[in-house]
């Protein structure tokens, strides 16, 4: 890896990682180009053996592909965070992702329900009872690890996650400016820069420039 300071080595941490994502990416191979789709999984982990197991109907492009071939990459992440510097006009992302490398098979019958059941507690739900009448139209995938990297990069500075409010028309321009919805904005570390910068793209009187950020965000006070 590159960056070998945002590696992660430790078993655990990947499975943490593993453990806090709710979509993984299957890559299979397919001609001219890879097919990938992204699945609901469940995990398990047994000693430092990790297998992912994936759920669906009893047809479909992706059995015909792993019949042919049974060699699949793996992706997954999480942690998403935007990050923009005022300071040094710059901007990046926080994640944390896992990718990876196994072989795929088919679960028996007998194997299923556990499989299911692993695939409820990766989304918090594992006792839900759930019908076991649908096991049998349903075809259960295993992969099985063989290898996989982890990767994590952080920040220190506030991050911005949330989508810009609605705006006027009028508005849209300056839009980039407000990453946060209204409610969040008078929280937001790094509100007073950017209504510096609307100061500098707006220009005019004081009474023009508030005009413009209550177009922006129109539930928040402003003083008079």
């Given at each position: 890896?590159?960056?070998?300071?945002?590696?992660?080595?430790?078993?655990?941490?990947?499975?943490?990682?593993?453990?806090?994502?709710?979509?993984?990416?299957?890559?299979?191979?397919?001609?001219?180009?890879?097919?990938?789709?992204?699945?609901?999984?469940?995990?398990?982990?047994?000693?430092?053996?990790?297998?992912?197991?994936?759920?669906g109907?009893?047809?479909?492009?992706?059995?015909?592909?792993?019949?042919?071939?049974?060699?699949?990459?793996?992706?997954?992440d999480?942690?998403?965070?935007?990050i923009?510097?005022?300071?040094?006009?710059?901007?990046?992302?926080?994640?944390?992702?896992?990718?990876?490398?196994?072989?795929?098979?088919?679960?028996?019958?007998?194997?299923?329900?556990?499989?299911?059941?692993?695939l409820?507690?990766?989304?918090?739900?594992?006792?839900?009872?759930?019908?076991?009448?649908?096991?049998?139209?349903?075809?259960?995938?295993?992969?099985?690890?063989?290898?996989?990297?982890?990767?994590?990069?952080?920040?220190?500075?506030?991050?911005?996650?949330?989508?810009?409010?609605?705006?006027?028309?009028?508005?849209?321009?300056?839009?980039?400016?407000?990453?946060?919805?209204?409610?969040?904005?008078?929280?937001?570390?790094?509100?007073?820069?950017?209504?510096?910068?609307?100061?500098?793209?707006?220009?005019?009187?004081?009474?023009?420039?508030?005009?413009?950020?209550?177009?922006?965000?129109?539930?928040?006070?402003?003083?008079?």
């Open positions: 890896m590159r960056r070998a300071d945002r590696e992660i080595t430790d078993f655990d941490e990947l499975i943490a990682v593993m453990r806090g994502c709710d979509v993984c990416r299957l890559a299979l191979h397919d001609e001219p180009y890879p097919y990938i789709l992204p699945l609901n999984f469940g995990l398990e982990a047994d000693g430092e053996t990790v297998r992912l197991y994936f759920h109907a009893d047809t479909g492009t992706k059995y015909d592909l792993i019949a042919r071939n049974p060699n699949a990459s793996f992706e997954m999480r942690g998403h965070g935007l923009l510097d005022d300071e040094h006009s710059n901007c990046t992302m926080t994640y944390e992702s896992v990718i990876g490398q196994g072989r795929i098979t088919v679960v028996p019958d007998s194997g299923k329900e556990h499989a299911l059941r692993a409820m507690a990766q989304y918090r739900a594992p006792d839900f009872p759930f019908s076991t009448a649908v096991i049998p139209r349903t075809t259960v995938l295993c992969l099985t690890v063989e290898h996989m990297t982890g990767k994590r990069r952080v920040s220190t500075l506030p991050q911005i996650r949330d989508q810009p409010p609605q705006a006027s028309p009028a508005a849209a321009g300056l839009l980039s400016y407000c990453r946060k919805s209204a409610d969040e904005i008078g929280e937001c570390a790094h509100f007073r820069l950017r209504a510096r910068n609307a100061r500098r793209v707006t220009g005019g009187s004081r009474h023009r420039r508030q005009a413009i950020w209550r177009l922006l965000c129109p539930e928040r006070k402003f003083e008079k």
